[in-house]
């Protein structure tokens, strides 16, 4: 499942990130590119050590997850502190899967169950910078607004197509879940989301009335995620 999170920062947030990231210092993305994929990898990346890449990561990190879709459909267990990249002149990202297994700051291991991407410029500022990911469905091509972002599963395949015109800048990341399985996760999105459209149609007065059945399903809610949560 390909989830997209709109306008988790307003056009005037992007600008300031953009402003600020695009004066701060780039290193080539080669950097910190694994075995296979330095192959296929051609962009420019903040060095992880950056006080401004540190900050604003953190900044991105805090709004996603006080994002009630964030939550509902990454059920988020852990998140690798997020990155930036840029591409421009040709710059891209060949076809790779992502590490599995990660290192969290905390030097504890984390598995990498979903992928992320926030666009921070606007897609007609540049031509190609699509991010492809094989789904069962065929091949998705995601080119979001600035201040969009867009959650996949960790485990696919994908590329950014070469940046022939202007720049693509974007921050990307990686999460374990609390529920590994995609296609558990997903059921429990969809039931949560079932859930709170229901519980929107008990609502009087802007307070929630009681109703048996929307409990039931809740009741129904946790006891899947206790069944399928692994910490
Ligand atoms: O730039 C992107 O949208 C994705 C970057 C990517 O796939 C990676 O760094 O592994
Ligand atoms: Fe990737």
Do not use: C
């Amino acid at each position: 499942m390909l989830t997209i999170i709109e306008k988790l920062f307003t056009p005037q947030e992007v600008a300031s990130m953009r402003e600020s990231l695009l004066a701060a210092e780039w290193q080539d993305g080669a950097a910190t590119a694994g075995s296979r994929s330095i192959t296929v990898k051609q962009n420019l990346q903040i060095p992880t050590d950056s006080p401004l890449g540190q900050e604003l990561g953190a900044e991105i990190l805090r709004r996603l997850r006080a994002h009630p879709l964030f939550v509902s459909a990454a059920l988020p267990h852990s998140i690798h502190p997020a990155k930036f990249n840029l591409y421009k002149d040709g710059g891209h990202y060949g076809l790779h899967v992502d590490a599995a297994l990660m290192t969290a700051p905390s030097g504890n291991l984390m598995r990498t169950d979903l992928s992320a991407t926030l666009f921070l410029n606007d897609p007609q500022e540049y031509e190609g910078g699509e991010l492809t990911i094989e789904t069962p469905f065929g091949n998705q091509a995601v080119k979001l607004p600035a201040g969009d972002l867009v959650l996949y599963p960790a485990n696919s395949l994908h590329q950014v197509t070469p940046v022939t015109k202007g720049y693509r800048l974007a921050s990307f990341f990686w999460m374990q879940s609390l529920v590994p399985d995609e296609g558990e996760r997903t059921l429990l999105f969809d039931l949560d989301q079932t859930i709170q459209s229901l519980a929107a149609q008990h609502m009087e007065n802007g307070a929630a009335t009681k109703d048996a059945q929307v409990d039931r399903l809740g009741f129904i809610y946790h006891n899947l995620l206790r069944r399928w949560t692994k910490l």
